[in-house]
């Protein structure tokens, strides 16, 4: 187990930015610049951060009072390692984010999630109350959008220079989103900007990848075990870590890629794999997971039926991508599943399902409308839909208490309700939305093939359910 840093920490400066310091930031990016801050120093390798969390929790009071520190706990089967993180140099909350100065800061960073861009096709949203607020004053900001604007904009008074901004979030096409919406804030609150923002600011796209579950009592347990003192910060992670960032930095940059992030031309490929695959299986096992009776990831992804139902989805999915270089796709999607059947890493199957209404769209929907398109079955992604036509609105704890929560939830439950008598309308009311791909919300095959699955889980027992799921996977598998 490693408690001790292997570098002085007063080497490094505050040369990054990052808005949401949450745990995946904590078990993820921290985790690369603290590679990097343990190669030999060199004048490249000082990079030290400065986090700003503008919502709740605030964390700087424990940032503090553990001076700069915290740990991370990487486990699976095979074992465990405790590391210790030092390059989180400051931690600020939203009454004194304004007070950071962005003199040095060359490299950005976000995870805020998709609703932390308050954004409606890509334009600001300007129906959210703190848009308005912000708009109205935009020198006290109160979203990470007009926080951004606001630094770019006493950036550009001072005679600043480039600086690149990087979203880290889940979402597709996540820079051309930041940029977008960025722009769009900037022309309404500071008209002056614009012209500066285009000339001196990148917003490449990335891809992060690392299961990071929300702690609980027994992973909170676990990791003052392994590290052997408690940790207000601590977070446990698998210790399988990816990212994949686009090469368009308007300013210097850490050198990632000494510690293993992959710097491409092109991400989009990348990221398709991961969304679709991973991040597919894993909301598909949210939704299915749940009809079988299943809490957890882990649980989920270890049921002998939707293993199997993994094998088929997993095919189906990849069908519809690109491979990236140096990449395997059925590799990958077998990677995907073992690090799911980890046991030490308890995800909440609730947690997973918070947000679908954002999550499935890109991960489910767009695949079907492809396969559709091509004249494919999308029968797997039809199933995924109909559990979550069941189960979006619900907002009952699991047993540790975990909520899922969705913007459109009690809209789906309103559905689900009206047509509680008919499968067939509440397949087509579901598919009406407009989060579906066109060629989805058209195709009346897939929404027969949705009100079918509908017809088949309802009432069903959790064991009905698994062995629906297993007879399908049986018979894809032996076609």
Known sequence: ??????????????????????????AHQQGYYDDLARLNQSQNNDWGVVGINLTPPDLSATHTAQNGFYSVLTEDGDGADCRRIGTLLKLHDATSAASVSWDDIEFVTLTITEKGYCHHSGSMDLDVDKVAQDLASP?????????????????????????????CDNV????????????????????????????????????VDRIVPAMSSASQARLEAACGYHDGLGVVAEPFRQWVI????????????????????????????????????????????????????????????????????????AATLDCPQGENLSDYGQTSLKRLQNPTIHHPL?????????KLPQRIGAPAAERIAQGMSAEPQAMVLAGWAFQAGETHPDSGGVIT?????????ALRNRHAGSATDL???????????????????????????????????????RAKIGAFSREMINA
């Open 1 to 26: 187990m490693e408690h001790n840093l292997s570098y002085d920490r007063s080497h490094l400066r505050p040369r990054a930015v990052h808005l949401g310091v949450g745990a995946f930031h904590r």
């Open 139 to 167: 020198q006290t900001p109160q979203t990470a959008i007009g926080y951004l604007a606001w630094m770019l904009e006493r950036r550009r008074q001072a005679a600043g220079g480039p600086i690149t901004l990087a979203s």
């Open 172 to 207: 597709a096409d996540n820079g051309l989103l930041l940029a977008s919406v960025l722009r769009d804030y900037v022309a309404r609150a500071f008209p002056a900007l614009s012209g500066w923002l285009d000339a001196n600011v990148t917003f490449p796209t990335s891809m």
């Open 246 to 317: 686009e090469d368009r930095f308007a300013s210097a940059r850490p050198a990632f890629e000494k510690v293993g992030v992959q710097i491409v031309d092109t991400l989009a490929p990348y990221e398709h794999m991961k969304h679709r695959l991973l991040n597919g299986l894993q909301s598909s096992y949210a939704e299915l997971g749940r009809l079988c009776g299943h809490e957890g990831s882990h649980g989920a992804a270890t049921d002998p039926d939707l293993e199997s139902w993994a094998g088929v989805f997993l095919a189906s999915q």
């Open 350 to 358: 609730n947690q997973i399902a918070s947000d679908a209404s954002f």
């Open 405 to 413: 929560m969705d913007p459109l939830g009690a809209t789906i439950a």
């Open 427 to 465: 397949a087509q009311a579901i598919l009406a939305l407009s989060i579906w791909p066109e060629r989805l919300r058209e195709d009346a095959d897939f929404a027969t093939c949705v009100a079918d699955w509908i017809k088949a889980f309802a009432g069903e027992p959790a064991e009905a359910c």
